[in-house]
């Protein structure tokens, strides 16, 4: 296997750079289930890694391992060239993780602006007291924040439903400003799981359009889970393949489709 | 102008003033709910706690002094200082602090994802142990409540109404003070959760937990957070019934003034608590003014339940809750 530790050129000709994160022999148990077995992978700065997999394959599970919505029973993430201790989901998220998830978590009470507006969360600065006593520069904190999330806004082209309450939204929509929340947290890393579900064919064009835009503008590196295999081919630069918690595919997409031990686990051949 | 309409016109009055305090309890118990799921059944307990903490700072009480003197032998009672109001108040408030970080440390962190009515028992259990505590904290004697609060009746209120009316209104006070920090209060909160980003954040953690993960917000920081505020909420509610008639046991009983409240309010929805409790000022009032006396009077000890049944029955999502219908 050629050595990728400088990055590699992808297809399209982007640059991708060194490994951003890395996970080393990653199992995870709940009680009797193993629902990720001794799994390694890495994901690259700027790449879009997407995880695909038949149902219970173990694919969330991986993104909330990521995330540290699980801590995993045995193995190491690595991130940055930092081995991560157990970290709480909020501690990651302050390092540059943003997520959406399956079932789609929006704060169902608030508008479509105030959703956005909390995933500026890690990057205001004002505490409790400076705010009460000075308050003009808790305005003008306010008012950077508010423009960085109008531009969001406008990429993801919501601006009609700015001030909707979210939990009125039709479901597509709601993916949409889940994308957007975690995209106001300029996050260096941003997973995706299953983003394009339930969605009518436009829809998932305009999402993978999103995805694609914002891989190139700002630069951030995507890992995606996705069952539409269509979907997969175009977006992804490399894919890991899970099946029954194990890993039994990783490369670029080509590659992956080509490869016997997938096409089994797609078509259901049976497992011994 | 008729008397019996002047009359019912002074009882709605002072319903509504009754109805400030039940809302400022029903206050602390909405704002835990929300953002923990909690029914928080120590809210009572936390404005008596806050309250017999007052008075002994103030007057220069040592803490424990029985314990004490039972170990050592000694004959310790006062320090012998007597604190301002002011300082009296914010070191009081402190201590409601230390109490939130106290109980998030020792019992909500350790019952994370535990079923509702554990949490539930957990604050009972931490009802009991801080009733016992401030005994033996403060004493179990019934103690006298002093922060300068005006008391009596107005006598503005009185001459004017009388120069209208011809008849001149009895209202209290105290009664006047205490919706005035109410709204004061009240308006502080909203000010607080709608512009702060901690109260963007205690917004989000009342709306979805997950979400509110994803996004940075670390759920134990917002657990010590509301404490602290029901802790201050109830400490202000402490102050209001303590001035009025006295600090003692019975006071922690005017949390269940506001389950009546809570019932009618919803039980998260904080305009619901406010004007819940204003419809039960007033409702009391003005059934034990009109129908009290022909059945005998000390309606007031169960009509705001019979209420809350009455609109449990039509309404059981409270006056501001969404009805919720299950999905199938
Ligand atoms: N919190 C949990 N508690 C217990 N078991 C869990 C938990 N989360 C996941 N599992 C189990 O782990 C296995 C993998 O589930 P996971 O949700 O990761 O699969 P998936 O690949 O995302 O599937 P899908 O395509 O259906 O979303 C399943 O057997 C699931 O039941
Ligand atoms: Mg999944």
Redesign the pocket.
């Known amino acids: 296997m050629k050595d990728m530790s400088e990055g590699y050129v992808t297809a399209d000709g982007r640059q991708i750079g060194g490994v951003l994160m890395e996970m080393k022999n990653i199992t995870l148990r709940?009680g009797g289930?193993v629902?990720i077995k001794d799994i390694s992978f890495d994901i690259r700065d700027g790449e879009i890694r997407a995880i695909i997999?038949p149902?219970?394959?173990?694919?969330?599970?991986?993104l909330n391992v990521i995330s540290g919505f699980y801590v995993p029973t045995e193995g190491e993430v690595w991130f940055k060239g930092v081995r991560r201790g157990p970290m709480k989901p909020y501690q990651v998220a302050r390092l540059g993780v943003a997520r959406t998830f399956?079932n789609i978590a929006l704060f169902d009470g608030m508008t479509v602006l105030d959703n956005i507006m909390t995933g500026r969360l890690t990057r205001m600065k004002a505490g409790l007291l400076s705010q009460a006593l000075w308050y003009g520069a808790a305005e003008r904190e306010e008012i950077a924040h508010r423009e960085k999330v109008e531009r969001i806004i406008d990429f993801l082209e919501i601006q009609n439903i700015r001030k909707t309450p979210v939990g009125r939204l039709p479901y597509g929509l709601k993916k949409r400003v889940e994308l957007a929340r975690a995209l106001a947290a300029e996050p260096k890393l941003l997973l995706l799981d299953?983003p394009m579900a339930g969605m009518n064919v436009e829809e998932k064009e305009d999402m993978s359009r999103f995805i694609l835009d914002l891989n190139d503008e700002f630069g951030t590196t995507i890992v995606l889970?996705e069952?539409d295999m269509g979907v997969v081919m175009d977006l992804s630069d490399r894919v890991v393949v899970?099946d029954y918690?194990r890993k039994i595919g990783d490369g670029p997409p080509e590659e992956v489709r080509n490869n016997q031990d997938v096409i089994d686990a797609y078509l259901g051949v049976a497992h011994d | 102008m008729p008397d019996q309409l002047v009359y019912a016109m002074e009882v709605t009055l002072n319903g509504l003033m009754a109805g400030v305090m039940y809302s400022l309890v029903a206050l602390g118990f909405v704002l835990i709910f929300k953002a923990s799921g909690i029914f928080n059944y120590a809210q009572g307990v936390l404005a008596l706690f806050a309250a017999l903490t007052l008075v002994g700072l103030q007057q220069g009480q040592v803490p424990f002094a029985h314990l004490i003197n039972a170990v050592f032998g000694t004959d310790l009672h006062h320090f012998g200082w007597h604190l301002p109001a002011v300082v009296a108040i914010a070191l009081t408030a402190g201590v409601m602090v230390l109490m939130a970080i106290a109980v998030e440390k020792l019992v909500l962190k350790h019952l994370v994802n535990q079923a509702p009515i554990i949490l539930f028992m957990a604050t009972i259990g931490l009802a009991y142990f801080l009733e016992g505590f401030g005994d033996v904290m403060w004493g179990a004697d019934i103690k006298k409540l002093d922060v300068g609060l005006p008391q009596g009746i107005s006598e503005t209120i009185e001459s004017v109404t009388a120069d209208w009316f011809g008849y001149g209104f009895f209202i209290d006070n105290l009664d006047i003070v205490a919706t005035v920090v109410a709204v004061a209060l009240v308006t502080a909160l909203t000010v607080f959760s709608q512009y702060s980003k901690q109260g963007r954040a205690l917004r989000a953690v009342a709306d979805d937990h997950q979400a509110a993960l994803s996004v940075g917000i670390s759920l134990r920081f917002i657990w010590v957070l509301v404490w602290s505020i029901a802790g201050f909420v109830a400490l202000v509610a402490g102050i209001m019934w303590g001035t009025k008639s006295g600090v003692q046991f019975s006071l922690s009983l005017i949390a269940l003034k506001a389950l009546p409240v809570l019932m009618l309010g919803g039980f998260t929805s904080i305009p619901g608590a406010i004007v819940g409790g204003l419809i039960i000022g007033v409702g009391e009032k003005l059934f034990e003014f009109s129908i009290g006396p022909m059945i005998g009077g000390a309606t007031e000890n169960w009509f705001a339940y019979m209420l809350a049944l009455l609109f449990l029955v039509f309404r059981p999502q409270g006056l501001f809750g969404e009805r919720i219908i299950e999905r199938v």
Request: proline fraction near 0%; glycine fraction near 22%; hydrophobic fraction near 40%.
């Open positions: 709940f289930v629902a997999g149902n219970g394959a173990g694919k969330s599970s991986m399956q299953e889970i069952h899970m918690g």
